[in-house]
């Protein structure tokens, strides 16, 4: 068992692809924590093992691993570094006694680290700075540097906190330096890194002579185990076996410690024993809950729970209600959807769950935060379908306050004028805009959040793919004026059948398709998106008369526009109130709540 003074527990913190899971892999590699010829040893990204995560190249859920470097045990945190997974943030900085921020040195303190940087400042963590990729042609170093110092005089909450240590960093190719190089190739490695940790990190501040005390900060699952409840060590000493209460709030529950777990490399690692400072995994609380305390059985005291921040963002998700439905999904009922979701509550903080009719309304911190969860379903087999996000309103001194957000916009100077006319038709504040040193116009705005929804499609269409957006919480204003409706009409299918290209060559005039030929489509189904402000409903099933008349112009193939292939954050972009979304493990079909179209039209008159 390891005293608290040779523990270090850390967390990495940066904004997105800034280099702090490349960092990490690097941490892991040059400890000898894999042998040299282990898989790990070649792979990437090693901590984002999740499928999306691969996919997005964003890291979505922390993970905690742990190494050594000399008579030290290093507890590492791989932390995300989107606001929208803030609850994860929030909660495993908890573990933290330090935390190492990762800048870039091209693009220097972004969003996302102004927001990581704060939760850790107000936890009072030791912070130490990393500047990563100083091997770019575009780095600038000394203006990273003072952007950083900047940053720390707004967010620190002491004057300690301004004395900082900065190091320098080619994370990809694992190297660091004390100092600012003059060759970047010269031979380096990890270490100064290693000895900063060691050095400058404090030990935890924990009783190792109290009574245990240990606060649920992470859960995890397996098949042979169950659950893993993830904290660390607060006061006194886990034992395996040993008897302990599970506390939340009033209530008290007997527990046992069935088994015990420290971590090593991306393992972990079987004990009798843990003491306090250490972060551990213990198998036997079975109705363990993120935020409650376990103690000892004895002395059973709560530790301070986790404050998280309000949901910003609702929608509705319910059961697939289509013509197809039942068709594509295992889990097609409200029973199965609400299981599923109240087993996501258990380890997503972050989330709220409520029941809404026959579905539910799930609350998060945007629309990336929500839309994980809306894919993860969808992989494992559940068809359902969901409503326009909506913003999530507060009652303060019989005022609605609705959330607002601090938008960064970065695009080339030809793109500017459509940016800022965009934010403009909706009411957004422009804080500050500045020219960056690769010659691209970076702007600052504050919006309500319910301004945000659906914009990001527009603005990647008007800067042809090239723009650069990030926002970020800036609390609460009085609610707005309502938005007008910023979209064009909707292309509807008319009749139930398989779309023809016939069908769809003579109609693509009348806007964009959303389908190819050759796929099944009901009444009711959003096609396309019109080039006009009203929805157009169009025979998109019509097949060409045979006659027995030949023509050398009859019997060309038809040329088709490639059609838009919506991803689901675009389509959740898309919908308007009186639309729907339908999600299947194959195929997202956006339509009209109202799929009989004389219904719609009196509802429309209405």
């Not at 992989?379 to 969901?386: C, D, H, M, W």
């Not at 650069?468 to 979209?487: C, F, H």
């Amino acid at each position: 068992m390891l005293e608290p003074d040779k523990i270090r527990n850390i967390a990495i913190i940066a904004h997105v692809d800034h280099g702090k899971t490349t960092l990490v892999d690097g941490l892991l590699k040059q400890s000898n924590t894999f042998r040299d010829n282990s898989a790990e040893m070649a792979q990437q990204l090693i901590m984002d093992s999740g499928d999306q995560e691969r996919e997005r190249g964003i890291t979505i859920t922390a993970k905690t691993t742990a190494i050594r470097f000399g008579d030290y045990k290093i507890n590492i945190i791989d932390t995300p570094g989107h606001a929208d997974f803030s609850g994860e943030v929030e909660r495993t900085l908890q573990m933290a006694d330090g935390v190492l921020l990762v800048v870039d040195a091209a693009e220097g303190p972004m969003p996302q680290t102004k927001f990581v940087l704060s939760k850790a400042l107000q936890l009072g963590l030791k912070p130490i700075v990393v500047i990563n990729k100083i091997d770019k042609p575009a780095r600038r170093i000394q203006e990273v540097e003072n952007e950083v110092s900047d940053l720390f005089l707004e967010l620190a909450t002491e004057d300690s906190q301004l004395d900082y240590p900065i190091y320098f960093a080619v994370a990809r190719a694992g190297k660091s330096w004390n100092s600012m190089p003059d060759n970047v190739d010269e031979h380096a490695d990890l270490t100064p890194i290693f000895e900063a940790i060691v050095s400058e990190i404090p030990a935890p501040d924990v009783e190792v002579d109290g009574p245990f005390q240990m606060l649920i900060t992470s859960l995890q699952y397996d098949n042979f185990l169950g659950k893993y409840a993830i904290g660390k060590i607060a006061q006194g000493v886990a034992k395996s076996g040993s008897a302990v209460s599970l506390i939340n709030g009033e209530i008290v529950t007997a527990a046992k410690i069935d088994k015990l777990f420290t971590y090593q490399g991306l393992a972990k690692s079987e004990v009798k024993e843990a003491g306090a400072g250490d972060i551990v995994a213990i198998v036997g609380a079975t109705t363990a809950g993120i935020g409650e305390t376990l103690a000892d059985a004895n002395q059973p005291e709560a530790l301070p729970t986790i404050q998280i921040e309000p949901p910003t963002i609702s929608v509705y998700l319910g059961p697939n209600t289509s013509p197809f439905k039942g068709r594509e999904g295992e889990f097609t009922t409200s029973r199965q959807i609400g299981e599923r979701l109240n087993r996501e509550l258990e380890t997503n903080v972050a989330l709220k769950v409520e029941p809404s009719g026959i579905g539910f309304t799930i609350s998060g911190r945007g629309e990336l935060h929500l839309s994980v969860l809306m894919e993860s379903l969808r992989r494992e087999g559940y068809e359902f379908e969901v409503g326009r996000p909506q913003v999530v309103l507060k009652e303060e001194n019989g005022q609605k306050l609705e959330p607002v957000e601090e938008v960064f916009v970065e695009v080339a100077p030809e793109f500017a004028g459509a940016v800022a006319q965009e934010f403009g038709t909706r009411h957004a504040e422009l804080l500050g805009q500045e020219t960056t040193t690769q010659g691209t116009l970076r702007s600052n705005y504050r919006i309500a959040t319910r301004g945000l929804i659906g914009m990001r499609n527009i603005l990647l269409t008007a800067t042809k793919g090239t723009l650069i957006m990030n926002s970020l919480p800036a609390g609460y204003q009085q609610l707005g004026a309502k938005l007008t409706n910023l979209r064009n009409g909707t292309l509807i299918a008319s009749e139930t059948g398989t779309s023809t290209p016939y069908a769809l060559a003579n109609a693509e005039s009348r806007g964009e398709f959303f389908i190819p030929p050759s796929v099944e489509v009901y009444a009711g189904q959003i096609v396309g998106l019109n080039a006009r402000k009203e929805d157009l409903e169009i025979n998109v099933t019509k097949a060409k008369n045979l006659t027995n008349m030949r023509s050398k112009s009859s019997d060309g193939t038809v040329q088709l526009t490639p059609y838009t292939d919506l991803s689901l954050e675009q389509c959740l972009d898309f919908i308007n109130d009186d639309e729907l979304l339908e999600i299947t493990p194959k195929n997202l079909r956006l339509r009209k709540s109202e799929l009989d179209p004389n219904q719609r039209k009196r509802q429309s008159r209405a």
